[in-house]
């Protein structure tokens, strides 16, 4: 039944029960199955995106003090690997400007968890990404300056915590321009927990 026909149907209905007569209900019509659909509300933020020229520099401020998150490079493969590392860092940071922020990292999610998210977020509001973001996104998240995180440590059994929320949390700020200046957040030391 297109709307037309359905509005002739209401109009008919709306008569007859005025004229205090029985109305006739028509059996219902199947609704059509367009298949689940899957919406993410994404709050705005007023994140400003650093320029490429910016996101460079960020990049080798953070590989600079981590050099454990600078790329693994193999001899044949050094320059796709560099800018495969770089390109992911440049697509988690665009994602982690819209994400929001705890006070302290989220010990309840391995960083897995987070690059698998920031890759789902990607894919349906920056469709023109494509790749992999690995291990350039926690270089991001240092980048940001405003998200706390625990850095792993395999001597210690310490694995990478990060401070951020879907759903709620501080919004991003442009605590990255004190990055650029050498100014990175101070690591928060990891949680002890004791069996």
Same mark, same amino acid.
């Given at each position: 039944m297109d709307t037309e026909q359905r509005i002739a149907a209401l109009e008919a209905e709306i008569a007859a029960l005025k004229a205090g007569k029985a109305a006739r209900f028509a059996p219902p019509q199947p609704v059509k199955d367009e298949g *689940?659909? %899957? *919406?993410?509300? !994404? =709050?705005?933020?007023?994140? !400003?995106r650093p320029t490429e020229k910016e996101l460079r520099r960020l990049y080798d401020v953070v590989v600079g003090k981590y050099p454990q998150l600078a790329p693994r490079l193999s001899a044949r493969w050094e320059h796709e690997q560099r800018q495969e590392h770089f &390109? #992911?860092?440049?697509?988690?940071?665009e994602r982690l400007g819209y994400i929001g922020r705890t006070a302290m990292p989220d010990t309840k999610h391995y960083a897995n968890f987070w690059i698998s998210e920031c890759q789902d977020w990607l894919r349906q509001f920056r469709p023109s990404h494509h790749g992999s973001i690995g291990a350039g996104f926690?270089? /991001? *998240?240092? /980048?940001? #300056? &405003? %998200?706390?995180?625990?850095? #792993? &440590? =395999?001597?210690? #059994? !310490?694995v990478w915590t990060i401070g951020v929320t879907p759903f709620g949390g501080a919004k991003a700020t442009d605590a990255w321009r004190k990055v650029l200046n050498g100014q990175l957040m101070a690591p928060v030391a990891p949680e002890r927990r004791f069996a």
């Open positions: *689940v659909r %899957i *919406v993410q509300i !994404v =709050e705005p933020s007023n994140f !400003v &390109d #992911g860092f440049i697509w988690s940071f926690l270089a /991001a *998240v240092i /980048a940001h #300056g &405003d %998200i706390c995180f625990t850095p #792993g &440590d =395999e001597n210690r #059994g !310490v």
